[in-house]
Protein backbone atom coordinates (compact mmCIF):
# COMPACT_ATOMS: atom_id res chain seq x y z
CA UNK A 1 0.00 0.00 0.00
CA UNK A 2 1.62 3.20 -1.08
CA UNK A 3 2.18 5.80 1.87
CA UNK A 4 -0.19 9.13 2.13
CA UNK A 5 2.28 12.36 2.14
CA UNK A 6 0.62 15.44 2.62
CA UNK A 7 3.05 17.18 -0.02
CA UNK A 8 2.02 14.46 -2.61
CA UNK A 9 -1.73 15.47 -2.40
CA UNK A 10 -3.61 18.18 -4.60
CA UNK A 11 -4.47 21.02 -2.59
CA UNK A 12 -1.11 20.96 -1.05
CA UNK A 13 -2.05 23.20 2.07
CA UNK A 14 -4.87 20.72 2.86
CA UNK A 15 -4.71 17.83 6.02
CA UNK A 16 -6.89 15.14 5.70
CA UNK A 17 -7.62 13.77 9.24
CA UNK A 18 -8.17 10.20 9.95
CA UNK A 19 -9.36 11.02 14.39
CA UNK A 20 -9.48 8.13 16.41
CA UNK A 21 -12.09 8.63 19.24
CA UNK A 22 -14.46 11.33 19.29
CA UNK A 23 -15.09 11.81 23.49
CA UNK A 24 -14.39 14.82 25.46
CA UNK A 25 -11.23 15.85 23.30
CA UNK A 26 -12.89 14.71 20.13
CA UNK A 27 -15.93 17.01 20.54
CA UNK A 28 -13.81 19.91 21.88
CA UNK A 29 -11.82 19.45 18.42
CA UNK A 30 -14.62 19.27 16.22
CA UNK A 31 -15.90 22.26 18.56
CA UNK A 32 -13.21 24.91 17.65
CA UNK A 33 -13.06 23.58 13.96
CA UNK A 34 -16.52 24.09 13.42
CA UNK A 35 -15.93 28.06 15.32
CA UNK A 36 -12.60 28.49 13.79
CA UNK A 37 -11.97 26.13 10.62
CA UNK A 38 -11.92 29.43 8.30
CA UNK A 39 -10.15 31.55 10.49
CA UNK A 40 -7.31 28.68 10.79
CA UNK A 41 -7.49 28.64 7.10
CA UNK A 42 -6.82 32.42 6.66
CA UNK A 43 -4.11 32.57 9.56
CA UNK A 44 -2.32 29.98 8.91
CA UNK A 45 -3.43 28.71 4.93
CA UNK A 46 -4.36 25.47 6.46
CA UNK A 47 -7.67 23.47 6.06
CA UNK A 48 -7.94 20.52 8.53
CA UNK A 49 -10.65 18.28 6.94
CA UNK A 50 -11.86 15.33 9.29
CA UNK A 51 -12.11 12.69 6.34
CA UNK A 52 -12.22 9.78 8.73
CA UNK A 53 -13.86 9.18 12.05
CA UNK A 54 -13.71 6.14 14.50
CA UNK A 55 -15.43 5.82 18.29
CA UNK A 56 -16.34 2.40 20.20
CA UNK A 57 -19.66 2.19 17.48
CA UNK A 58 -18.20 2.29 14.42
CA UNK A 59 -15.88 3.85 11.56
CA UNK A 60 -17.16 6.52 8.61
CA UNK A 61 -15.09 8.52 6.34
CA UNK A 62 -16.23 10.92 3.48
CA UNK A 63 -14.07 12.00 0.79
CA UNK A 64 -15.66 15.94 0.67
CA UNK A 65 -14.54 15.70 4.94
CA UNK A 66 -17.16 15.09 7.61
CA UNK A 67 -19.20 17.72 8.62
CA UNK A 68 -18.15 19.52 11.81
CA UNK A 69 -21.95 19.75 13.20
CA UNK A 70 -22.42 16.47 12.45
CA UNK A 71 -19.31 15.27 14.34
CA UNK A 72 -20.35 18.15 17.23
CA UNK A 73 -23.90 15.65 17.54
CA UNK A 74 -22.17 12.29 17.37
CA UNK A 75 -22.61 11.35 20.81
CA UNK A 76 -26.50 12.60 21.35
CA UNK A 77 -27.11 10.65 17.89
CA UNK A 78 -25.58 7.20 19.34
CA UNK A 79 -22.29 7.66 17.93
CA UNK A 80 -20.14 7.75 14.45
CA UNK A 81 -21.59 4.12 13.60
CA UNK A 82 -25.74 5.81 13.42
CA UNK A 83 -23.90 8.75 11.31
CA UNK A 84 -26.89 8.50 8.51
CA UNK A 85 -25.68 7.11 5.13
CA UNK A 86 -25.82 10.45 3.36
CA UNK A 87 -23.10 11.39 6.34
CA UNK A 88 -20.55 9.38 5.17
CA UNK A 89 -19.51 6.09 4.71
CA UNK A 90 -19.60 3.15 7.22
CA UNK A 91 -16.09 1.43 7.16
CA UNK A 92 -15.40 -2.04 8.94
CA UNK A 93 -12.27 -0.04 11.02
CA UNK A 94 -10.75 3.46 10.90
CA UNK A 95 -7.74 2.14 9.04
CA UNK A 96 -9.60 1.02 5.99
CA UNK A 97 -11.86 4.45 6.08
CA UNK A 98 -8.28 6.15 6.52
CA UNK A 99 -7.45 4.61 3.51
CA UNK A 100 -10.77 5.16 1.53
CA UNK A 101 -10.00 8.95 2.27
CA UNK A 102 -6.48 9.38 1.40
CA UNK A 103 -5.50 10.66 5.24
CA UNK A 104 -2.35 12.22 5.85
CA UNK A 105 -2.39 12.37 9.91
CA UNK A 106 -3.57 9.73 12.16
CA UNK A 107 -5.33 12.00 15.11
CA UNK A 108 -5.53 9.28 18.52
CA UNK A 109 -7.99 10.69 20.58
CA UNK A 110 -9.31 7.41 21.95
CA UNK A 111 -8.92 6.06 25.98
CA UNK A 112 -5.25 5.46 27.24
CA UNK A 113 -3.84 2.28 28.16
CA UNK A 114 -0.60 2.82 29.78
CA UNK A 115 -0.13 -0.69 30.74
CA UNK A 116 -0.88 -2.31 27.29
CA UNK A 117 -1.25 0.74 24.53
CA UNK A 118 -5.10 -1.05 24.04
CA UNK A 119 -6.10 -1.60 20.13
CA UNK A 120 -4.87 1.95 19.55
CA UNK A 121 -1.33 0.43 19.30
CA UNK A 122 -1.89 -2.00 16.87
CA UNK A 123 -3.51 0.71 15.19
CA UNK A 124 -1.00 3.08 15.46
CA UNK A 125 1.77 0.78 13.78
CA UNK A 126 -0.97 0.30 11.09
CA UNK A 127 -0.89 4.41 10.46
CA UNK A 128 2.66 4.95 10.99
CA UNK A 129 3.55 1.81 8.68
CA UNK A 130 1.60 3.27 6.22
CA UNK A 131 3.13 6.66 6.66
CA UNK A 132 0.53 9.00 7.72
CA UNK A 133 1.49 11.13 10.50
CA UNK A 134 0.64 10.94 13.89
CA UNK A 135 -0.47 13.23 16.52
CA UNK A 136 -2.09 12.09 19.91
CA UNK A 137 -3.08 12.80 23.21
CA UNK A 138 -3.28 9.00 23.76
CA UNK A 139 -0.48 8.31 25.88
CA UNK A 140 -1.05 4.05 25.78
CA UNK A 141 0.64 3.80 23.04
CA UNK A 142 3.94 5.88 22.97
CA UNK A 143 4.41 4.48 26.88
CA UNK A 144 4.62 1.04 25.75
CA UNK A 145 6.05 1.06 22.33
CA UNK A 146 7.86 4.30 22.47
CA UNK A 147 11.52 3.00 20.66
CA UNK A 148 9.03 1.03 17.75
CA UNK A 149 6.65 3.80 17.09
CA UNK A 150 9.59 5.81 16.63
CA UNK A 151 11.54 3.66 14.08
CA UNK A 152 8.18 2.88 12.37
CA UNK A 153 7.89 6.51 11.81
CA UNK A 154 11.50 6.72 10.87
CA UNK A 155 10.94 3.98 8.34
CA UNK A 156 7.98 5.44 6.52
CA UNK A 157 9.17 9.28 7.30
CA UNK A 158 6.11 10.00 9.08
CA UNK A 159 6.31 12.63 12.05
CA UNK A 160 5.30 12.28 15.71
CA UNK A 161 3.33 15.28 17.63
CA UNK A 162 2.24 13.84 21.08
CA UNK A 163 2.16 17.37 22.79
CA UNK A 164 -1.72 16.16 24.06
CA UNK A 165 0.17 13.26 26.13
CA UNK A 166 2.57 15.33 27.57
CA UNK A 167 0.68 17.79 30.05
CA UNK A 168 -1.26 18.95 26.85
CA UNK A 169 -2.04 22.94 27.03
CA UNK A 170 1.29 23.52 29.02
CA UNK A 171 4.22 23.24 26.27
CA UNK A 172 7.01 20.70 27.55
CA UNK A 173 8.83 18.74 25.07
CA UNK A 174 7.94 20.69 22.26
CA UNK A 175 9.30 24.17 24.01
CA UNK A 176 12.40 21.87 24.83
CA UNK A 177 13.04 20.71 21.38
CA UNK A 178 11.90 24.17 19.68
CA UNK A 179 12.97 27.06 22.00
CA UNK A 180 16.06 25.56 23.84
CA UNK A 181 17.21 23.81 20.56
CA UNK A 182 21.26 23.55 20.97
CA UNK A 183 21.61 23.48 24.31
CA UNK A 184 21.71 20.42 26.64
CA UNK A 185 18.48 20.17 29.13
CA UNK A 186 20.57 19.09 32.32
CA UNK A 187 17.91 18.40 34.84
CA UNK A 188 13.98 19.12 35.14
CA UNK A 189 11.31 19.66 37.72
CA UNK A 190 7.92 19.75 37.11
CA UNK A 191 4.12 19.40 38.48
CA UNK A 192 2.42 17.54 35.64
CA UNK A 193 -1.16 16.57 37.32
CA UNK A 194 -3.78 18.70 37.81
CA UNK A 195 -5.89 16.49 39.56
CA UNK A 196 -3.11 16.10 42.18
CA UNK A 197 -2.12 19.65 42.37
CA UNK A 198 -5.50 20.60 43.05
CA UNK A 199 -5.91 18.10 46.02
CA UNK A 200 -2.85 18.72 47.30
CA UNK A 201 -3.56 22.74 47.34
CA UNK A 202 -7.23 22.26 48.99
CA UNK A 203 -5.41 20.44 52.02
CA UNK A 204 -3.00 22.93 51.90
CA UNK A 205 -6.25 25.50 52.51
CA UNK A 206 -7.57 22.62 55.43
CA UNK A 207 -9.05 20.19 54.22
CA UNK A 208 -8.42 16.81 54.83
CA UNK A 209 -7.46 14.17 51.89
CA UNK A 210 -11.03 12.51 50.94
CA UNK A 211 -12.93 16.46 51.33
CA UNK A 212 -10.45 17.39 48.75
CA UNK A 213 -10.59 14.33 46.52
CA UNK A 214 -14.70 14.36 46.76
CA UNK A 215 -14.56 18.44 45.63
CA UNK A 216 -12.14 17.30 42.92
CA UNK A 217 -14.76 14.50 41.67
CA UNK A 218 -17.96 16.91 42.15
CA UNK A 219 -16.18 19.63 39.76
CA UNK A 220 -15.42 17.44 37.30
CA UNK A 221 -11.77 17.27 37.83
CA UNK A 222 -11.17 13.77 39.11
CA UNK A 223 -12.65 10.89 37.65
CA UNK A 224 -14.64 8.64 39.43
CA UNK A 225 -11.48 6.28 39.63
CA UNK A 226 -8.71 9.18 40.60
CA UNK A 227 -6.03 6.07 41.24
CA UNK A 228 -3.52 6.94 38.28
CA UNK A 229 -3.80 10.50 39.22
CA UNK A 230 -3.74 10.40 42.82
CA UNK A 231 -1.01 7.13 42.84
CA UNK A 232 1.60 9.18 40.67
CA UNK A 233 0.99 7.03 37.58
CA UNK A 234 -0.03 9.86 35.21
CA UNK A 235 2.69 11.86 36.20
CA UNK A 236 4.88 9.01 35.83
CA UNK A 237 3.74 8.10 32.17
CA UNK A 238 4.21 12.05 31.11
CA UNK A 239 7.91 12.04 32.93
CA UNK A 240 8.47 8.73 31.17
CA UNK A 241 7.58 10.60 27.66
CA UNK A 242 9.57 13.90 28.70
CA UNK A 243 12.55 11.35 29.42
CA UNK A 244 12.46 9.23 26.11
CA UNK A 245 11.86 12.37 24.21
CA UNK A 246 14.46 15.13 25.93
CA UNK A 247 17.37 12.21 27.12
CA UNK A 248 17.21 9.83 24.22
CA UNK A 249 16.17 7.07 26.86
CA UNK A 250 13.84 3.92 26.56
CA UNK A 251 12.29 4.01 29.62
CA UNK A 252 9.87 1.34 31.17
CA UNK A 253 6.87 2.44 33.38
CA UNK A 254 8.68 0.59 35.96
CA UNK A 255 11.67 1.95 35.70
CA UNK A 256 10.21 5.32 36.88
CA UNK A 257 10.18 5.40 40.75
CA UNK A 258 6.97 6.72 42.04
CA UNK A 259 5.19 8.03 44.75
CA UNK A 260 1.52 9.05 44.35
CA UNK A 261 -0.76 11.83 47.00
CA UNK A 262 -3.10 9.26 49.17
CA UNK A 263 -0.24 9.28 52.35
CA UNK A 264 -0.21 12.85 52.49
CA UNK A 265 -1.04 14.86 55.70
CA UNK A 266 -2.55 17.74 55.85
CA UNK A 267 -0.84 18.92 58.63
CA UNK A 268 2.14 18.80 56.41
CA UNK A 269 0.40 20.70 53.08
CA UNK A 270 -0.77 23.16 55.58
CA UNK A 271 2.85 23.68 57.38
CA UNK A 272 4.74 23.83 53.76
CA UNK A 273 1.98 26.68 52.63
CA UNK A 274 2.32 28.51 56.36
CA UNK A 275 6.46 28.62 55.61
CA UNK A 276 5.81 30.15 52.10
CA UNK A 277 5.98 27.41 49.72
CA UNK A 278 3.99 24.45 48.94
CA UNK A 279 4.04 19.96 48.87
CA UNK A 280 3.55 19.43 45.46
CA UNK A 281 3.81 15.82 43.60
CA UNK A 282 7.38 16.64 41.46
CA UNK A 283 8.51 14.76 38.90
CA UNK A 284 12.12 15.18 38.49
CA UNK A 285 14.93 13.87 35.93
CA UNK A 286 18.41 14.80 35.62
CA UNK A 287 21.38 13.35 34.21
CA UNK A 288 24.05 12.25 36.61
CA UNK A 289 26.91 13.99 34.65
CA UNK A 290 25.82 18.09 36.09
CA UNK A 291 26.91 19.37 32.19
CA UNK A 292 24.70 16.82 30.61
CA UNK A 293 26.64 15.00 28.60
CA UNK A 294 24.97 12.40 26.84
CA UNK A 295 27.22 8.88 28.24
CA UNK A 296 25.70 9.28 31.67
CA UNK A 297 22.73 7.78 32.99
CA UNK A 298 19.32 9.63 33.62
CA UNK A 299 17.99 9.29 36.86
CA UNK A 300 14.20 10.34 37.65
CA UNK A 301 11.55 10.06 40.35
CA UNK A 302 7.91 11.18 41.20
CA UNK A 303 7.81 12.06 45.06
CA UNK A 304 6.10 14.58 47.03
CA UNK A 305 8.57 17.62 47.63
CA UNK A 306 8.20 20.48 49.90
CA UNK A 307 9.21 23.48 47.72
CA UNK A 308 10.53 26.49 49.59
CA UNK A 309 9.01 30.11 49.10
CA UNK A 310 11.67 30.52 45.74
CA UNK A 311 11.40 27.47 44.05
CA UNK A 312 9.69 28.38 40.94
CA UNK A 313 6.75 25.60 40.74
CA UNK A 314 6.26 26.21 44.79
CA UNK A 315 2.97 28.78 43.60
CA UNK A 316 1.88 26.38 41.25
CA UNK A 317 -1.84 25.71 42.21
CA UNK A 318 -5.60 24.72 41.41
CA UNK A 319 -5.15 22.70 38.72
CA UNK A 320 -2.19 24.51 37.05
CA UNK A 321 0.88 22.74 35.79
CA UNK A 322 4.18 23.67 35.32
CA UNK A 323 7.64 22.72 34.50
CA UNK A 324 11.78 23.97 34.98
CA UNK A 325 14.42 23.66 32.62
CA UNK A 326 18.02 23.41 33.70
CA UNK A 327 19.86 23.75 30.62
CA UNK A 328 23.83 24.42 30.13
CA UNK A 329 23.38 27.27 27.62
CA UNK A 330 21.01 29.13 28.71
CA UNK A 331 20.37 28.93 32.00
CA UNK A 332 16.97 28.51 33.85
CA UNK A 333 13.51 28.34 32.13
CA UNK A 334 10.17 27.98 33.71
CA UNK A 335 6.53 28.06 32.15
CA UNK A 336 3.54 27.62 34.49
CA UNK A 337 -0.33 27.73 33.96
CA UNK A 338 -2.30 26.38 31.04
CA UNK A 339 -5.73 25.01 31.48
CA UNK A 340 -6.93 21.85 32.48
CA UNK A 341 -9.46 19.38 30.68
CA UNK A 342 -10.99 18.38 27.22
CA UNK A 343 -10.66 22.14 25.46
CA UNK A 344 -7.20 22.87 26.51
CA UNK A 345 -6.38 19.36 25.75
CA UNK A 346 -7.88 19.37 22.01
CA UNK A 347 -6.45 23.35 21.44
CA UNK A 348 -2.92 21.39 22.30
CA UNK A 349 -3.77 18.76 19.63
CA UNK A 350 -4.88 21.89 16.92
CA UNK A 351 -1.53 23.17 17.53
CA UNK A 352 0.52 20.17 16.77
CA UNK A 353 -1.41 19.71 13.89
CA UNK A 354 -0.78 23.65 12.91
CA UNK A 355 3.08 23.15 14.07
CA UNK A 356 3.05 19.55 11.80
CA UNK A 357 1.09 21.68 8.52
CA UNK A 358 4.30 24.20 9.46
CA UNK A 359 7.46 21.56 9.45
CA UNK A 360 5.92 19.62 6.22
CA UNK A 361 5.60 23.41 4.71
CA UNK A 362 1.80 23.32 4.31
CA UNK A 363 0.75 26.16 6.97
CA UNK A 364 2.56 30.05 7.43
N1 LIG B 1 -10.04 14.75 28.86
C1 LIG B 1 -8.91 15.44 29.02
O1 LIG B 1 -8.90 16.50 29.62
C2 LIG B 1 -7.62 14.93 28.44
C3 LIG B 1 -6.44 15.70 28.57
C4 LIG B 1 -5.26 15.24 27.97
C5 LIG B 1 -5.25 14.01 27.32
N2 LIG B 1 -6.41 13.27 27.26
C6 LIG B 1 -6.37 11.99 26.56
O2 LIG B 1 -7.17 12.11 25.37
C7 LIG B 1 -7.81 10.88 25.08
C8 LIG B 1 -9.31 11.12 24.97
O3 LIG B 1 -9.79 11.60 26.22
P1 LIG B 1 -11.36 11.89 26.41
O4 LIG B 1 -11.48 12.58 27.71
O5 LIG B 1 -11.90 12.50 25.18
O6 LIG B 1 -11.91 10.40 26.55
P2 LIG B 1 -13.41 9.92 26.37
O7 LIG B 1 -14.36 11.04 26.61
O8 LIG B 1 -13.54 8.67 27.17
O9 LIG B 1 -13.52 9.56 24.81
C9 LIG B 1 -12.89 8.44 24.26
C10 LIG B 1 -13.42 8.24 22.85
O10 LIG B 1 -12.75 7.12 22.31
C11 LIG B 1 -13.75 6.26 21.73
N3 LIG B 1 -13.30 4.87 21.68
C12 LIG B 1 -13.35 3.91 22.63
N4 LIG B 1 -12.86 2.77 22.15
C13 LIG B 1 -12.54 3.00 20.85
C14 LIG B 1 -12.02 2.20 19.79
N5 LIG B 1 -11.72 0.92 19.99
N6 LIG B 1 -11.83 2.76 18.58
C15 LIG B 1 -12.14 4.06 18.36
N7 LIG B 1 -12.62 4.88 19.32
C16 LIG B 1 -12.82 4.34 20.55
C17 LIG B 1 -14.95 6.44 22.61
O11 LIG B 1 -16.10 6.00 21.92
P3 LIG B 1 -17.53 5.87 22.66
O12 LIG B 1 -17.94 7.29 23.00
O13 LIG B 1 -18.37 5.25 21.60
O14 LIG B 1 -17.29 5.01 23.84
C18 LIG B 1 -14.92 7.95 22.78
O15 LIG B 1 -15.46 8.56 21.62
C19 LIG B 1 -7.41 9.90 26.19
O16 LIG B 1 -6.34 9.13 25.76
C20 LIG B 1 -6.99 10.82 27.32
O17 LIG B 1 -6.06 10.24 28.19
C21 LIG B 1 -7.59 13.69 27.79
Known amino acids: MPAVHAKR??????????????????????????DRGAGL???????????????????????????????????????????????GSASASL??????????????????????????????????RHGLHLV????????????????????SGSHLKYGGATAAALPTASLAHYELAGSRVTRLEAVLNGTSNFILTAMSQGRD????????????????????DVEGVDTAVKLLLLCNSLFGTDFALQDIPRQGITDVDPAAARAARERGGGL????????????GNAPAPVRCDVSVRELDSGHLLA???????????????????????????????????????????RELGLSD
Open 315 to 357: RVNGTEKGIVYETDLMGRLAVVGGGSGPMPAAASVLRDLINLG
Open 41 to 87: EREFGLRLVVAAASDSTGAVWSQAGLDPADLLNVRTAGGLGRLAADR
Open 209 to 228: YATALAEAQTRGIAERDPSL
Open 136 to 155: TANKGPLVVAWGELHRLARG
Open 280 to 291: KLVARAWREDAA
Open 9 to 34: RAGPRTLRLAVRGFGHVGQALARILS
Open 95 to 128: PAAAEQAGCDVWVDLSPTDVRTGGSALEETRWAL
